[in-house]
Nanobody, 122 residues
Framework: VQLQASGGGLVQAGGSLRLSCAAS????????MGWFRQAPGKEREFVAA????????YNTESVKGRFTISRGNAKNTVYLQMNSLNPEDTAVYYC????????????????WGQGTLVTVSS
């Protein structure tokens, strides 16, 4: 699976962005998907995950109520809608594919996109 993340940019605190991750190669719908982020000087952290069917999702506590993960299997794309952004959300965001849902460790994901930078100004 090849993954291409896009949609990052500069936004003011309180604003919104929608990230996209386009997949190609192996059957996209066979994989659960996740979003991770890595802020400068920090380790990569889990943000959200979605099952292969899209029926189950899980968000890390810090983004609950603000971020929504979704997928369109017909379009081979997974999305991360980010609302009420704050400066602590500034990071490079990565999408990743895994064979199981709900995996929180980056080591558990098999395929990774190149990352897209989100910068939230105060």
């Amino acid at each position: 699976v090849q993954l291409q993340a896009s949609g990052g940019g500069l936004v003011q605190a309180g604003g919104s962005l929608r990230l996209s991750c386009a997949a190609s190669g192996r059957t996209f719908s066979n994989y659960a998907m996740g979003w991770f982020r890595q802020a400068p000087g920090k380790e990569r952290e889990f943000v959200a995950a979605i099952s292969w069917s899209g029926s189950s999702t899980y968000n890390t506590e810090s983004v609950k109520g603000r971020f929504t993960i979704s997928r369109g299997n017909a379009k081979n794309t997974v999305y991360l809608q980010m609302n009420s952004l704050n400066p602590e959300d500034t990071a490079v965001y990565y999408c990743a594919a895994a064979r199981a849902f709900g995996l929180l460790r980056s080591e558990s994901y098999d395929y990774w996109g190149q990352g897209t930078l989100v910068t939230v100004s105060s």
